[in-house]
């Protein structure tokens, strides 16, 4: 008798730590992911250029999402500041990482999402049409995004934004942190669950 009052005593004060458990998402939890690309018009090195990437992210309630996102120059055609024997160098710029965002008002036709890319990207100088890099480096970026976004379909999400992408430890000959840090406009197509 003695073991079944104790079994029942330790049932009841474990059940009770559980019932008094606090999380940061509680409740009804729902959840779905999303995937897209993206294009953005920013300026390196005091060039305009249009950049691609693509990302996806798991999201929570339709509000949180957490994920990676990456972004790489579309063009060719960036000079970089250094001249080689009388040949002009050609930079690439690629960078990604973890994107962690939250999305206001998701029911609403059109509301704003902000998040963050925080991440590593990656610089190198080249002559034109070669896949071999005279020098590279690697860098780290913390890019903030804010953007209009809109439901067209309930698969299907359309967003406007602007970021600014805040580049630090680049050491490559002649350029500079400010040189790839800039702002940027950009369109998002997301496509998924939300």
């Not at 896949?131 to 913390?142: A, L, M």
């Amino acid at each position: 008798m003695r073991k079944m009052v104790f079994l029942l005593f330790i049932l009841i004060f474990f059940s009770t730590l559980q019932a008094s458990e606090e999380t940061l998402i509680s409740g009804n939890m729902e959840h779905g992911g999303f995937g897209g690309f993206s294009f953005r018009v920013t300026s390196l090195n005091g060039q305009t250029v249009v950049m691609s990437g693509g990302g996806g992210a798991w999201i929570i309630n339709s509000r949180f999402f957490i994920g990676g996102l990456g972004f790489s120059n579309m063009s060719d055609d960036i000079k970089a500041p250094v001249v080689l024997e009388s040949e002009q160098l050609f930079m690439n710029i690629n960078y990604g990482g973890l994107d962690i965002g939250y999305v206001f008002n998701p029911d609403k036709l059109y509301h704003v999402t902000i998040d963050a890319l925080i991440g590593q990207g990656s610089v190198n100088y080249s002559q034109r049409n070669s896949d071999d890099h005279w020098k590279s480096d690697d860098f780290f970026v913390i890019e903030p995004t804010v953007n209009l976004e809109f439901n067209i379909v309930n698969w299907f999400r359309l967003a406007f934004g602007a970021s600014y992408r805040l580049v630090t430890d680049v050491e490559i000959q002649e350029l500079h942190n400010n040189d790839v840090s800039g702002l940027s406009a950009g369109v998002f197509f997301k496509f998924g669950k939300f």
